[in-house]
Nanobody, 125 residues
Framework: VQLQASGGGLVQAGDSLRLSCAAS????????MAWFRQAPGKEREFVAA????????HYTDSVKGRFTISRDNAKNTVYLQMNSLKPEDTAVYYC???????????????????WGQGTKVTVSS
């Protein structure tokens, strides 16, 4: 599976962005998917995850109510809608795929086998 993340950019605080992660491969619709982010000088952190059928989602506390993860299995794409962006959301955002599709959704990066190249989000104050 190859993942291609896109949609990052430079925005002001309070703005919105939608990230996309396009996947190759016919088995995408069996994988759990997640978004992680990494700010300069910090470890990669979990943002959100979604089960293979979109039925369950999980978010880190700092983005609850502002970010929404979704997927369109017909398009082999997972999305991250980010609203009310804050300067502390500034980071490189990575999408990741877990073919084992476990429950509960995993929040550590290690179990995710496939990673996109990252898309940079910069939020100015």
């Amino acid at each position: 599976v190859q993942l291609q993340a896109s949609g990052g950019g430079l925005v002001q605080a309070g703005d919105s962005l939608r990230l996309s992660c396009a996947a190759s491969g016919r088995t995408f619709n069996t994988y759990s998917m997640a978004w992680f982010r990494q700010a300069p000088g910090k470890e990669r952190e979990f943002v959100a995850a979604i089960t293979w059928n979109g039925g369950t989602t999980h978010y880190t506390d700092s983005v609850k109510g502002r970010f929404t993860i979704s997927r369109d299995n017909a398009k082999n794409t997972v999305y991250l809608q980010m609203n009310s962006l804050k300067p502390e959301d500034t980071a490189v955002y990575y999408c990741a795929a877990d073919p084992r599709a476990p429950l509960p959704l995993r929040v550590r990066p290690e179990p995710y086998e496939y990673w996109g190249q990252g898309t940079k989000v910069t939020v100015s104050s």
